[in-house]
Each structure stands twice: as C-alpha cells, then as structure tokens.
C-alpha cells in the first residue's frame, strides 16, 4: 500500500505540478488587459522602417560586390532594375 501512496505522489509531482503551472500561466495572460507585449514586457529591437533601411543597405552592398566582380572580368555593370527583372524572369519559370 505505501508504494501505491508513493507512486501516484511521484506521478501527481512529475505531470500534475508543471500542468497546474502552465495552466496558472495561460489563465494570467488571458486575463491580464494589456496585452501580452506589456506582460512580457517585451518590445522589438527595431522598427519595420529600420528592417526596411538595412535591407535596403544589404541589397546594395551585395550589388556593388557583383558589379565590382564584373568589372574585374570586364563585363558591364549591372542595375538594380536588371538584377531585380531577372529574377523575376527565374521565379515565373516555377508558375
């Protein structure tokens, strides 16, 4: 009989306690009125706009690089305009 008593102790400590927590968790966010941002008091490292700027920035690092390797071979440069309608051209053979 003890082990009995023992064993549904362990089984209610290992499953009952972290579901007992989770469940506490669920109902505090579901009735905390700020939203989950404040209550985590989470905030994003940067603004779209900032996303925006430096992918802008990266695209055209990565275009003077390719321009810098054409030039060394001696092709012409290319445009952002040309870069951006082939691959376009590339993902319309896929449609």
Do not use: C
Not at 34 to 57: C, H, N, Q
């Amino acid at each position: 009989m003890k082990t009995v008593t023992a064993e549904l102790y362990f089984l209610l400590m290992v499953i009952g306690l972290p579901v007992l927590i989770l469940g506490l968790a669920l109902a505090a966010a579901r009735f905390y009125h700020d939203g989950p941002e404040e209550l985590l008091d989470w905030k994003p490292t940067r603004s779209p706009r900032r996303e925006a700027e430096l992918y802008g920035g990266d695209t055209h690092d990565m275009l003077g690089a390719i321009n810098r390797y054409r030039r060394l071979r001696g092709a012409p440069d290319r445009s952002l305009e040309e870069v951006t309608e082939h691959s376009w051209a590339d993902l319309d053979q896929y449609d």
